[in-house]
T-cell receptor
Framework: AQTVTQSQPEMSVQEAETVTLSCTYDTSESDYYLFWYKQPPSRQMILVIRQEAYKQQNATENRFSVNFQKAAKSFSLKISDSQLGDAAMYFCAYRGNLNRDDKIIFGKGTRLHILP | GAVVSQHPSWVICKSGTSVKIECRSLDFQATTMFWYRQFPKQSLMLMATSNEGSKATYEQGVEKDKFLINHASLTLSTLTVTSAHPEDSSFYIC?????????????FGDGTRLSIL
């Protein structure tokens, strides 16, 4: 079975600084997707960034980028120029691609605090 | 963009009653919908996967008779918590996917906070 591990329950970063959230996963599949979701206090689930496993190039979305190391099964999220609005719970997630009902498996999350 | 509407957003009811939560895809046909449960300060745990017109597939440990899922149309799935008790209090989130040849994106509703007194 696939698992997603986030080893940092909480992190803090100074506003305007850069922070990296760690994530490792375990799978025997070769084709899959990895995601980072943001859940602010409103509890909405917001997709931050997505990475297809077959792509070697790391995904980027404005201030958010990932470091995808497929062999090491590592998928970290880097947030540059941190802003107060980035404060939230961040979930790393995995989804296989064997069939259409493949479910998203979430890690336990990392709560990110932004210090003004 | 695609929107998933979840209703109600918050419900408080007495122990022993049944509560229905609706999940609607507003501008796409959701062939597959997922129901998650989230305890305070914890992750989302998948409860079940439902496909339109067929029985839901429940995750291990989830009581089928307690959490009834119906996906009768391509735009609506419902979760009914039957004979709810305080331990069923939680945050429930639905998610829907438009299977148009791509396995993503997966759109999330805003969640339902269920409080059983």
């Amino acid at each position: 079975a696939q698992t997603v591990t986030q080893s940092q329950p909480e992190m803090s970063v100074q506003e305007a600084e850069t922070v990296t959230l760690s994530c490792t996963y375990d799978t025997s599949e070769s084709d899959y997707y990895l995601f980072w979701y943001k859940q602010p206090p409103s509890r909405q689930m917001i997709l931050v960034i997505r990475q297809e496993a077959y792509k070697q190039q790391n995904a980027t979305e404005n201030r958010f980028s990932v470091n995808f190391q497929k062999a090491a099964k590592s998928f970290s999220l880097k947030i540059s120029d941190s802003q107060l609005g980035d404060a939230a719970m961040y979930f790393c997630a995995y989804r296989g691609n064997l069939n259409r009902d493949d479910k998203i498996i979430f890690g336990k999350g990392t709560r990110l605090h932004i210090l003004p | 963009g695609a929107v998933v509407s979840q209703h109600p957003s918050w419900v408080i009811c007495k122990s022993g009653t049944s509560v229905k939560i609706e999940c609607r895809s507003l501008d796409f046909q959701a062939t597959t919908m997922f129901w998650y449960r989230q305890f305070p300060k914890q992750s989302l745990m998948l409860m079940a996967t439902s496909n339109e017109g067929s029985k839901a597939t429940y995750e291990q440990g989830v009581e089928k008779d307690k959490f009834l899922i119906n996906h009768a149309s391509l735009t609506l799935s419902t979760l009914t918590v039957t004979s709810a008790h305080p331990e069923d209090s939680s945050f429930y989130i639905c998610s829907a996917r438009d299977y148009s040849g791509r396995p993503w994106p997966q759109h999330f509703g805003d969640g339902t906070r269920l409080s059983i007194l």
